[in-house]
């Protein structure tokens, strides 16, 4: 089977070094790619409906959100080409805050109190009244990250109003979610779906602050960790039964059929696990860590998602190593905001050859060597036997790679110590 991933990130990197592990996968590709996936498959530049068309795709799996939110499964699917992931429709969960939280708020699935507003006015007049601080305030759409600010006061609230509707000057009808905030640890966990079974991944535990002790602006992830002992037996099986299978049955309510990832990022909070947000594909850098610890194949169980043949997902093992694993990314000086691009990177082979698994996020060839492109340049994952030697190993990878002005976070995992 010739199988096309849709990205070129850390997330793209890790499920394109398991699928090409598939024995059903006869050629994979990748667009655009990056150096890491490079060396296990076809990167191929260009746009990736014509891309897929071009290379005559069996099966694509897209990676980020933006092509699933713009409809890229719907066009492929017309031209008779299976994708994985939710269709435009569908994808809305994860494109659209305010139908999200209109969804939970429906179909009584637990989540923080909130109200939408689309113009500047009301919701400051909304925060002038407010007196439990701090608040979340959130753009409407897709923001690479950037569309959330927890406001601790009532003037950093009434300037991030002004802030995120600026962000979506550009938008026909912009909107802002204020909603309440929920205290307590946060935890990602991942179900595949085709839309009417679900299968819960393990979960995993992301760090979305810069810097140490869950301090400074928050980012795409410094890293993450798996499993999360925070999340219990009892509650993993109360968040599938109350909040993911909800969902599911609530968007076919709603007439959507909704396959692919089902993202939910989880609080659990005092009275049982809430939802903050859903994401409507794979997690970065949580796929980095979940799908070393699948023992399975991945690829039948992203076929059956996307109906492909007449198994069912429900049909396919998914067995796990009982190992933890442990990703710490390594990140461009001055991340998350203006960053450095250019700088060579040295010591990618021995972090493999002490056991490590680095998947490359924000990285492009300079002729001989690879370069940092982007914020979160490397991701790179260990597993051991505990959670602290998955850690220990993980960090010790970490210091024998070198590129000016890297920095990471020393403290990944810091609640399991």
Not at 226 to 241: C, D, I, K
Request: glycine share 10%.
């Amino acid at each position: 089977m010739k199988v096309l991933i849709v990205g070129g990130g850390g997330r793209e990197h890790a499920l394109a070094w398991k699928l090409a592990q598939s024995p059903l996968v006869s050629e994979l590709y990748a667009t655009p790619g990056n150096p890491g996936i490079a060396q296990i498959a076809t990167c191929v530049e260009g746009d990736p409906f014509s891309v897929a068309r071009s290379i005559g795709a069996d099966f694509v799996v897209i990676g980020p959100e933006v092509p699933l939110a713009a409809g890229l499964v719907n066009r492929l699917n017309v031209m008779g080409i299976p994708a994985f992931g939710p269709n435009k429709a569908a994808a809305q969960l994860e494109a659209s805050k305010d139908f999200c939280k209109q969804l939970l708020k429906k179909y009584a699935i637990p989540t923080a109190d909130f109200e939408t507003f689309t113009s500047a006015d009301p919701a400051k007049f909304h925060l002038s009244a407010q007196t439990q601080f701090p608040v979340v305030v959130k753009a409407d759409g897709l923001a690479a990250g950037k569309g959330v600010i927890i406001a601790q006061n009532r003037a950093e609230a009434l300037a991030a109003v002004d802030t995120l509707f600026a962000m979506q000057s550009d938008v026909v009808e912009p909107k802002i979610v204020v909603e309440e905030f929920l205290e307590g640890e946060e935890v990602s966990l991942i179900a595949l779906t085709d839309g009417e079974n679900l299968l819960p991944l393990v979960p995993a535990q992301d760090h979305k602050r810069a810097y140490e002790g869950d301090t400074g602006p928050n980012t795409g992830g410094m890293g993450c960790y798996s499993p999360v002992p925070a999340l219990t037996l009892e509650l993993y099986e109360q968040a599938v039964r109350e909040i993911l299978q909800p969902t599911l049955a609530a968007l076919r309510s709603e007439g959507l059929e909704y396959r692919g990832a089902l993202y939910a990022g989880l609080m659990l909070t005092k009275s049982g696990p809430k939802v903050l947000e859903y994401n409507c594909r794979f997690g970065d850098p949580e796929t980095q860590v979940i799908l070393p610890r699948l023992e399975s194949d991945l690829l039948p169980l992203l076929l059956a998602c996307a109906g492909v043949g007449k198994t069912k997902l429900t049909d396919w093992p998914c067995q796990w190593t009982p190992q933890a694993a442990v990703c710490v990314v390594l990140a461009s000086q001055g991340y998350p905001g203006e960053y450095r691009k250019g700088d060579a990177i040295s010591g990618l082979d021995a972090a493999h050859e002490d056991g490590a698994l680095v998947f490359h996020a924000g990285t492009k060839s300079d002729g001989e060597s690879v370069v940092s492109n982007g914020g979160r340049v490397l991701g790179v994952t260990a597993l051991g036997d505990d959670f602290a030697a998955a850690r220990e190993e993980c960090y010790q990878a970490v210091a024998k790679i070198r590129f000016e002005g890297a920095h990471f976070r020393r403290d990944i995992g810091w609640r399991c110590l």
